[in-house]
C-alpha cells in the first residue's frame, strides 16, 4: 500500500481550507527532524504495530484485482478518519508536488503566534507525529480487513445482485399486467354504472306503466262496448241525433263556426266509430251534413249578395246596347253633366287603393245602407270574395277535422260557388268598366296568394274559373274601347277650340290605368293591348285634328293632346316611360311646326324672303337680291315687329292649356324669329346700295331684350 502523505496545518478565515504552519518558515529542517520539507509521513512506532498484529489474526493477502473493488472502502475510511480528527490533518495525494512553495510562512507565523493551536503544535510536536503515525497504521490494518470481508463476500454479492435484477423484471411484468388489470376493471366499473343507470330507468318507467295500467283498466273496462250495445248505437238513435243537430244549423241568425266547434266537435269520435263499423249510417250522416250545409251556405251567401247588390255604383252599365253594338264614346257623350262619372270607369285615382286593403273585412250590410254612399263594383266583388275566402277556410278545417275527407268539402260549396258564379255572369255581362275588371282580375290574384299563405287547397280549383272568366270578359270590353275609338265619327266628337279634348283624355287616363295595374298584378298579357291602344288613341287624335281648318290649329290642338298626355302618363310612374317618350317626340316635332305657322303668321314675308333667298349660312342664294325686295321687308319689321311679338305672346298664353309648354313654344318661335332675321341683316350688308336701310334696320340687341321681357312675364 503506497504511503498516504499527512500535513498539518490550522484553519483559515474561511474554516474550510487548511494551511501547514511550518511550510513556510525558515527552519522547516530542524522543526520536522530529517523528514522531507516537501512532504510528511507519520509511521506508527514499531511497538504499536506489533501490538496491533497481536490482537488480529493475520489475513491472506487480497487475490489479484481485489484492489479496485476496495478502492471505495479506503476512501470511506479516509473520509472517516479525517472528520474523526477534526480536520486537523489533511492527506493529500499530490502532497509530493516539488512545487509547493513556503515563501511568506515567517510573516504568517508572527501574525498568528497567539493562536491556542498554533502554539499546541509547535510545543508539541513530536507527540502529535507519533498520533498521526498510529492513526495511519490503524487506518491501514483496517483497510486490509475490509477488503478480506468483501472478497469473502463477493460471490454472495454477485448471486444477490442477479437475484436482484431477475426480480426486478418479474416485478416489472407484474406491474404491466396490473396496469391492464386496471383499465380492465375502469371499463367494467363505467359498463356497471350504466346498466345500473338503465335499470333505475326501467325500474321507473315500469312503476309508472303500472300506475297508469291501474288508473286506465277501470276507464277502459267502462268505455269498451259489447256487440249487442254497438248494434243498438248503429241501429238506434244517434243517427236522427245527428241528423238533428246538423238541422240546428238552419235556425236563422245562427253562427255556424261557433256550434261547430262548441257542440259538434265533441262527437268527433262518434263519427270515427261509424265510419269504422257502421258505414251505411255513416254516409247517411255524411250526405245529411253536406246536403244541409250546402242550403245554408248557399242561402247565406244568395242573401248576402243581394244586400250587397244595393251598395253597387253603376259605372259603364248600358242597358239598352249590348255586344259589339255598344260604343263605348255614347256612354261617355250622354251629357256633359254626366262626365265625371264616365271619367271615373276610366281613370285609376283612389280605387286602386283595394289592392292595399285586401285582407280588411268586407262590407256589411246594415251597417252600409245607413250610410247612402255608393261603391264600384270591385269593392263588392272584393267582400264576396273574402267572406268565401274565410268561410271556406273555417269549414274546410272542420270537415278535414270531423270527417276526415276532403271531397266533402266540394260537395258543401258546390252550392255556394254556383250562386255566385251566376252573380258575376248576371252582372259582368252588360257590364263595360275596363278597369273594373282588371282590378277584379288583380283582387284574385292576391287572393290566390292570401290562400297560398294559409296552405289551404280548396279555392284554387274556384278562383283559377274565376280568372279563366274574367280575362276574357276584360277583352271583350277592351276590344269594344278599342272598336269605339275606330268607328266614332269625329265630326259629331268635334270641339270648336284647341284644347285637350275630354274623349282622349278618357283613354290616355285609361292607358295610364292599364299601365299601373299591369305593374302591380300583370303577366304579360296586356303588352300588346296597350300597343293597340296607344295606335287607336294616335288615330283619333289625327282625325280629330283634320276638322280644324289651318294647319296651325291643327299642331296646337295636337300640341295640346300631347302635353296632357305626357302629363297624365307621368302620374302612372316608371312603367308608362317608354310611352311617354313616344308622346314626347310628338310633342316636340309639333310644337316646331306651330313655332313655324305662328312666324309665318305674323312674319310672313321675312320668312318667305329668307327661307327663299337665303341660306343658313350666308353663303348660297337661290337668286341675287337686289335693294327692291329687301327694302319693304325691313321697313314693316321695324314698324310691326313689337306689334307682333306682342300678339304671339297673347295667342300662346291663350291657347296652349298648360303655360309651361306655351312657353317653350313661344322660346322656340323667337329663337327661329331672331335666327332669321339675322340672315335678313346680313344680306343688306352685302347688297349693293343696301347701307341705305341701316337705319331701318333693328338691333339684334332690341329685338333679344324685347323677348326676354315676355319669357319673364311668362
Not at 35 to 51: A, E, N
Not at 594 to 614: C, G, P, Q, T, Y
Request: hydrophobic fraction near 40%.
Amino acid at each position: 500500500m503506497s504511503e498516504r502523505p499527512i500535513f498539518l496545518g490550522h484553519r483559515t478565515s474561511d474554516k474550510k481550507h487548511f494551511r501547514h504552519p511550518l511550510a513556510s518558515s525558515p527552519s522547516r529542517t530542524s522543526l520536522l527532524h530529517s523528514r522531507p520539507p516537501d512532504r510528511l509521513q507519520l509511521v506508527p512506532s514499531r511497538d504499536h504495530q506489533q501490538q496491533v498484529g497481536a490482537d488480529r489474526p493475520s489475513s491472506p493477502s487480497p487475490p489479484p484485482g481485489s484492489h479496485l473493488a476496495c478502492s471505495g472502502m479506503v476512501v470511506v475510511h479516509g473520509q472517516r478518519a479525517e472528520d474523526s480528527f477534526g480536520g486537523f490533518f489533511s492527506f493529500d495525494e499530490d502532497a509530493a508536488s516539488e512545487d509547493m512553495s513556503l515563501d511568506g510562512l515567517d510573516e504568517e507565523l508572527e501574525e498568528h503566534k497567539d493562536y491556542d493551536v498554533l502554539i499546541s503544535i509547535l510545543a508539541n510536536g513530536e507527540k502529535q507525529r507519533d498520533i498521526a503515525t498510529l492513526v495511519e497504521g490503524n487506518l491501514g490494518h483496517a483497510e486490509q480487513d475490509l477488503i478480506q470481508d468483501y472478497v469473502e463476500d463477493s460471490d454472495n454479492l454477485v448471486l444477490l445482485h442477479d437475484q436482484i435484477h431477475d426480480c426486478d423484471i418479474i416485478l416489472s411484468q407484474i406491474g404491466s399486467l396490473l396496469t391492464g388489470f386496471q383499465v380492465h376493471i375502469g371499463s367494467i366499473n363505467s359498463e356497471l354504472r350504466s346498466l345500473q343507470e338503465r335499470s333505475l330507468d326501467i325500474s321507473v318507467r315500469l312503476k309508472n306503466r303500472k300506475l297508469v295500467e291501474t288508473k286506465l283498466a277501470k276507464f277502459v273496462e267502462e268505455i269498451v262496448a259489447p256487440p249487442s250495445l254497438v248494434t243498438v248505437i248503429i241501429d238506434g238513435e244517434v243517427s236522427d241525433y245527428l241528423t238533428e243537430l246538423f238541422f240546428s244549423m238552419r235556425k236563422p241568425g245562427t253562427n255556424i263556426q261557433i256550434l261547430q266547434q262548441n257542440m259538434v266537435q265533441k262527437y268527433r269520435y262518434l263519427i270515427l266509430f261509424l265510419r269504422e263499423h257502421g258505414s251505411k249510417v255513416y254516409t247517411d250522416v255524411r250526405a245529411t251534413y253536406a246536403d244541409t250545409m250546402n242550403k245554408v251556405l248557399s242561402a247565406h251567401f244568395q242573401v248576402y249578395i243581394e244586400a250587397l247588390e244595393k251598395l253597387k255604383l253603376d259605372i259603364g252599365v248600358s242597358s239598352d246596347l249590348t255586344g259589339y253594338d255598344t260604343n263605348i264614346i255614347d256612354l261617355i257623350s250622354r251629357g256633359r253633366e254626366h262626365l265625371r262619372n264616365h271619367r271615373f270607369m276610366f281613370s285609376l285615382g283612389e280605387r286602386a287603393s283595394i289592392l292595399k286593403e285586401i285582407d280588411r273585412p268586407g262590407l256589411v250590410p246594415h251597417i252600409s245602407e245607413v250610410n247612402p254612399v255608393k261603391y264600384p263594383y270591385e269593392v263588392i266583388f272584393r267582400s264576396i270574395q273574402k267572406l268565401l275566402m274565410d268561410t271556406a277556410s273555417s269549414e274546410y278545417l272542420f270537415i278535414k277535422a270531423f270527417f276526415g275527407e276532403e271531397s266533402l268539402f266540394y260537395q258543401v260549396f258546390q252550392g255556394p260557388f254556383k250562386v255566385i258564379n251566376g252573380h258575376l255572369d248576371h252582372t259582368l255581362r252588360n257590364y263595360h268598366d275596363a278597369v273594373c275588371l282588371m282590378l277584379m282580375i288583380c283582387i284574385t290574384r292576391k287572393h290566390q296568394l292570401v290562400m297560398l299563405n294559409r296552405r289551404l287547397p280548396c279555392l284554387d280549383a274556384y278562383l283559377d274559373k274565376v280568372l279563366i272568366y274574367l280575362w276574357p270578359r276584360f277583352k271583350t270590353v277592351f276590344d269594344m274601347y278599342l272598336q269605339s275609338l275606330y268607328r266614332c265619327d269625329t265630326k259629331l266628337l268635334w270641339v270648336d277650340g284647341s284644347h285637350p279634348h275630354h274623349i282622349v283624355r278618357c283613354y290616355v287616363e285609361f292607358t295610364a290605368s292599364l299601365i299601373q295595374l299591369n305593374a302591380e298584378c300583370g303577366d304579360g298579357q296586356l303588352d300588346m293591348n296597350l300597343e293597340r291602344l296607344r295606335l287607336a288613341v294616335d288615330n283619333l287624335l289625327g282625325r280629330l285634328a283634320e276638322n280644324f281648318a289651318n294647319p296651325k290649329t291643327q299642331h296646337l290642338f295636337l300640341l295640346n293632346n300631347y302635353d296632357m298626355t305626357i302629363s297624365v302618363l307621368k302620374e302612372a310612374g316608371d312603367e308608362a316611360n317608354k310611352l311617354q317618350s313616344y308622346f314626347e317626340e310628338k310633342l316636340e316635332s309639333n310644337m316646331i311646326s306651330f313655332a313655324d305657322e305662328l312666324l309665318m303668321e305674323h312674319f310672313k314675308d321675312l320668312i318667305k324672303f329668307v327661307r327663299s333667298r337665303v341660306s343658313e349660312d350666308l353663303i348660297l342664294y337661290t337668286e341675287c337680291p337686289s335693294i327692291a325686295d329687301v327694302e319693304p321687308i325691313v321697313k314693316n319689321f321695324a314698324v310691326t315687329w313689337k306689334t307682333a311679338l306682342e300678339l304671339m305672346h297673347n295667342e300662346v298664353v291663350t291657347s296652349c292649356s298648360n303655360l309651361l309648354a306655351g312657353m317653350e313654344i313661344l322660346k322656340a318661335a323667337m329663337v327661329q324669329l331672331l335666327n332669321d332675321y339675322n340672315r335678313l341683316s346680313e344680306c343688306v350688308k352685302i347688297i349693293p346700295g343696301g347701307s341705305t336701310l341701316n337705319r331701318n334696320l333693328v338691333s339684334i340687341t332690341s329685338i333679344s331684350y324685347e323677348m326676354r321681357k315676355y319669357s319673364i312675364t311668362l
